[in-house]
């Protein structure tokens, strides 16, 4: 299928690539460590939980290069609508169910191409689990949806609410595991459908957000992407496009 975007379009580029991170990125880590460097753990509200600096780089690596492979082949990126038939200001791909903004529902298919959606790899699961374990707020979840958005540098997601998951999912405040590569984005939530009110936070790359309990259905958004804040070593081993990657996991 002739795919509209591509993560990284420079091919030689990611060839030519090395296949871990620079030393000044891995040395933070000794041998048997756990898989991830948390910087910080944040408690931004009940139910809020900011893990920062969780992924580490040659993850974001793997996840850039994974999300590329999945990104062109079937059931890949492409520009969603609204309900209204206005487009989203960023691109989508789902894995293991596919979420359908104009309906609401998940389904088992891409509505462009009609292929199965990719599964979601076990890699990346497991990275959401762990992430999730750290918080240590929230039940364990068995994540059978990641919808993955990429937002260029005029990329935006208006306040919403992430309902469209199973009543049982969300009466639980089973937690959605969003995790941030790339550029730094403007993260907003609020109570309310109001930007005005809502509260900001940057979320950079390697950061993971919960959101569980209390906060599962927090209004959130993306205002806008900060141009050029990726890290250099991420640019120079994935070739990826300016703007950001995000990775919400969910299970239905
Ligand atoms: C989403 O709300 O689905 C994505 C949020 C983000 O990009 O951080
Ligand atoms: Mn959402």
Redesign the pocket.
Known sequence: MLQPFDLCPDHSELTNAKTTAPEGHKKKRKAGESTTDVASVQHLRPGLVLLKGFVKPEDQVKIVRTCRQLGIGPGGFYTPSFKNGAKMK?WMMCLGKNWDPTTGFYGPTHPCDGAQVPAIPEAFKIIAQTANSTASEFPQINPDIC?I?Y?NNVGK?GL?Q?KDESGRSINQGLP?V?I?IGDT?E?LFSDARDKDRATKVN?ESGDI?ILGGRSRLLF???SHVKPNTTPTWLKEETGLRPG?V?L?FRQY
């Open positions: 960023l919808i958005n937002y997601l919403h992430d959605i969003s941030s984005a993260f979320l957000l959130h958004g993306i950001r995000n919400t």
